[in-house]
């Protein structure tokens, strides 16, 4: 079989984030780094006398745990401080990102209404020159893949 | 009557979940689409890509068809 050439790498990729899941605000050149964790879907197995092999059968999803690292950064509308305010007052924040950059055609990934159930307040080492970078985590209940047209 | 030239003002169907970027709202898989605000490169490849189909193949341009012309006489 050919091999494909439709491959990408994540460099082009354009990251959202919402209070209300209508207005959206353009986290890429801020964003460094986005990544998924959970979503399991539960399963429980069962023996019986006879058969030798499980019987198997299928529960729901878990929770998806989306993790955003930002560059730190202090104005208003920054995503250090809308998410920092979506974290310390316990409102919706909502994530979505398209790996091939948003455009026509592509797909995109987006978390309905979730929560900030991590955040990192800037942190450091004196001796470091590296940008300041800051991490937050967003549960919610799945992501759901769209075309964007 | 003749296929339309440009894409424009033609009628789209969703085939899979779609984001829709101008009214910036969810467009259910078989739910009509409007795409007019991207141009014809564009939603080509969003029908190449079995993303949207047209509804209306063949649009009337506005050229009459003979045939109609025969019957008014």
């Known amino acids: ?149 | 009557m003749r296929k339309r030239e440009t894409t424009r003002g033609a009628r789209y169907r969703a085939l899979t979940l779609i984001w829709h970027t101008a009214e910036q709202c969810y467009v259910q898989p078989g739910e009509e689409i409007v795409l007019d605000h991207l141009d014809s490169g564009e939603i080509d490849w969003l029908v190449r890509a079995g993303i949207v189909e047209r509804i209306d193949e063949e649009v009337d341009d506005g050229t009459d068809d003979w045939r109609n012309l025969v019957q008014e006489q």
């Not at chain 1, 964003?31 to 092999?53: F, H, K």
């Not at chain 1, 930002?70 to 998410?83: A, I, L, N, Q, S």
């Open chain 1, 1 to 149: 079989m050919a091999q494909t050439t439709g491959g990408i790498s994540f460099k082009s990729n354009k990251i959202e984030i919402s209070t209300n899941g209508t207005t959206w605000a353009d986290i890429s050149g801020f964003a460094n780094s986005v990544s998924v964790d959970g979503g399991d879907r539960q399963t429980g197995e069962a023996y019986t006398y006879d058969g030798d092999t499980a019987i198997i059968a299928i529960g729901k999803r878990e929770p998806v745990e989306v993790t955003v690292r930002v560059v730190y950064t202090e104005g208003t509308g920054d995503p250090f401080e809308t998410v920092r305010a979506a974290y310390e007052g316990g409102t919706n924040l909502y994530v979505r990102w398209s790996p091939k950059g948003g455009t026509a055609g592509n797909f995109q990934f987006a978390t309905g209404a979730g929560y900030v159930t991590a955040f990192g307040y800037p942190v450091g080492e004196a001796g470091s020159g590296d940008p300041v970078l800051v991490e937050f985590t967003v549960m919610a209940a799945s992501i759901t893949k769209s075309a964007v047209a």
